[in-house]
T-cell receptor, first 110, second 115 residues
Framework: DAKTTQPTSMDCAEGRAANLPCNHS???????VYWYRQIHSQGPQYIIH???NNETNEMASLIITEDRKSSTLILPHATLRDTAVYYC???????????FGQGTELSVKP | GAGVSQSPSNKVTEKGKDVELRCDPI?????LYWYRQSLGQGLEFLIY????????KSGLPSDRFSAERTGGSVSTLTIQRTQQEDSAVYLC?????????????FGPGTRLLVL
C-alpha cells in the first residue's frame, strides 16, 4: 500500500502558485519523498525529491516539515501545461521501486 | 533523444494469445522497472531488474506474466494466454543504479487491449 495521502483534486489559477500537500506520517528516517506527475496519456515525469532539507529545481520547490511527516510541492507560476496528476511517493529502500497512490489531479484554469 | 523507449506503442490482441512488450532503457542504466496502469487506476509495480537478474518480482499478478532482461539492457515482458483484465498501459522505467534517492525515467508506455 502507498504510504502517502493526498487530496484527490485541486484547482489553481494560471500564473498563481500551486501548493500540493502530502501526508506521509509513517515515513522512516532513510526514505526519500519523491514527486512525479503524469500528463494525460504520457508516462510519469520526475519532478523533484528530497530527504530532510527543502529542495528547489527549475520545475518546483519541495518543502518538507521538520518531523518529515508531511511535505508540500510548490509550482511557483502554474501554467495550463501543468495540468496533470501529481504523485507524492515515499521511496522504498529495496531496489528503489516506487509505490504510487492515487495522486492529486491538478487542474490549472485560465 | 536517449530516453526510455518502448514498443509497440499500441497492441490489440485476442483473449488467449501471448504478447511480448519491449523496453529499451537509458544506456548505462543498470536498474529497470516494469509497472502497469489499468483504466482509471494508479500505477502498479510489477518487477525490478538489477542487471540481468530480478531480485523483486513481487508485483507480477500471476504466473502468466514473466520478464527477462539480456545484456543488462533490453527487457521483454511476456504475458501468456492474455485475459481481458490484462488490458492496461504497461510502463517501463530505468534508473542508474537502482538505489533510493535516484530518479526513475519512464518510457511512454505500451497500451495493451485484449479483446
Amino acid at each position: 500500500d502507498a504510504k502517502t495521502t493526498q487530496p484527490t483534486s485541486m484547482d489553481c489559477a494560471e500564473g498563481r502558485a500551486a501548493n500540493l500537500p502530502c501526508n506521509h506520517s509513517t515515513i522512516s528516517g532513510n526514505e526519500y519523498v519523491y514527486w512525479y506527475r503524469q500528463i494525460h496519456s504520457q508516462g510519469p515525469q520526475y519532478i523533484i525529491h528530497g530527504l530532510k532539507n527543502n529542495e528547489t529545481n527549475e520545475m518546483a520547490s519541495l518543502i518538507i516539515t521538520e518531523d518529515r511527516k508531511s511535505s508540500t510541492l510548490i509550482l511557483p507560476h502554474a501554467t495550463l501545461r501543468d495540468t496533470a496528476v501529481y504523485y507524492c511517493i515515499v521511496g522504498d529502500n529495496q531496489g528503489g521501486k516506487l509505490i504510487f497512490g492515487q495522486g492529486t489531479e491538478l487542474s490549472v484554469k485560465p | 533523444g536517449a530516453g526510455v523507449s518502448q514498443s509497440p506503442s499500441n497492441k490489440v490482441t485476442e483473449k488467449g494469445k501471448d504478447v511480448e512488450l519491449r523496453c529499451d532503457p537509458i544506456s548505462g542504466h543498470t536498474a529497470l522497472y516494469w509497472y502497469r496502469q489499468s483504466l482509471g487506476q494508479g500505477l502498479e509495480f510489477l518487477i525490478y531488474f538489477q542487471g540481468n537478474s530480478a531480485p523483486d518480482k513481487s508485483g507480477l499478478p500471476s504466473d502468466r506474466f514473466s520478464a527477462e532482461r539480456t545484456g543488462g539492457s533490453v527487457s521483454t515482458l511476456t504475458i501468456q494466454r492474455t485475459q481481458q483484465e490484462d488490458s492496461a498501459v504497461y510502463l517501463c522505467a530505468s534508473s542508474s543504479l537502482g538505489r533510493s534517492g535516484e530518479t526513475q525515467y519512464f518510457g511512454p508506455g505500451t497500451r495493451l487491449l485484449v479483446l
